[in-house]
């Protein structure tokens, strides 16, 4: 079935450095590629998604990468705040008729100031 | 605010019985997903219902079982509950149009089995 393996399980980062998370998918159907954030407590939230379609997508601070031949993409956040503290989590679906989100197991971001 | 609203916010329970989630989409999203998260796990999806009719299963147990009924509202029913049951359940909705397919999670419910 389909799988998104997600990679660090955990990252600590200082304030102001940059922080990068990867995610690899195995369906290679998948054509929308979305990262939420969770903060304790909380529901998760839609931060930045691509599709595949494209290569590359920058909003403000954050950044997400997709390479479809190797069948990964990342999310880059630079100048990290602790506010940025949270877990991330990678998705991967096929767009068509509203298919399911597969998830990866998330990423533990500590910014520490 | 999400848009997706889910009851009870928190319920406690104890092992063998039987209750019910209930999740109202955003207005027009076709798409009601399940999904249970136990402490400092990751999103574990259980189950997609798509305009009334079930449309994916993850690996939901079979003492679980859901569905979406006319209204687009949703239901899961957890049965024969064990301690390990005990998690926060999410209920997402989406619909798709013209690319438009974002997600939008309730603010979950928590299930204690006790």
Not at chain 1, 63 to 91: G, M, R, W
Request: hydrophobic content about 30%; glycine content about 8%.
């Amino acid at each position: 079935g389909e799988n998104v393996e997600q990679h660090p399980s955990t990252l600590s980062v200082q304030e102001g450095d940059s922080a990068v998370i990867k995610c690899t998918y195995s369906d290679s159907a998948s054509n929308y590629f979305p990262w939420y954030k969770q903060e304790l407590g909380k529901r998760p939230q839609l931060i930045i998604d691509i599709r595949s379609n494209v290569g590359e997508k920058k909003d403000q601070r954050i950044a997400v990468t997709l390479n479809k031949t190797a069948k990964h993409f990342s999310l880059h956040i630079t100048e990290t705040q602790p506010e940025d503290s949270a877990v991330y989590f990678c998705a991967a679906s096929r767009m068509e008729y509203g298919n399911k989100l597969v998830f990866g197991a998330g990423t533990i971001l500590r910014v520490k100031s | 605010d999400s848009g997706v609203t889910q009851t009870p916010k928190h319920l406690i329970t104890a092992t063998g019985q039987r209750v019910t989630l209930r999740c109202s989409p955003r207005s027009g999203d076709l798409s009601v997903y399940w999904y249970q998260q136990s402490l400092d796990q990751g999103l574990q999806f259980l189950i997609q219902y798509y305009n009334g009719e079930e449309r994916a299963k993850g690996n939901i147990l079979e003492r679980f079982s859901a569905q979406q009924f006319p209204d687009l509202h949703s239901e899961l029913n957890l049965s024969s509950l064990e301690l390990g049951d005990s998690a926060l359940y999410f209920c997402a909705s989406s619909i798709y149009r013209g690319g438009d397919t974002e997600a939008f999670f309730g603010q979950g419910t928590r299930l204690t089995v006790v």
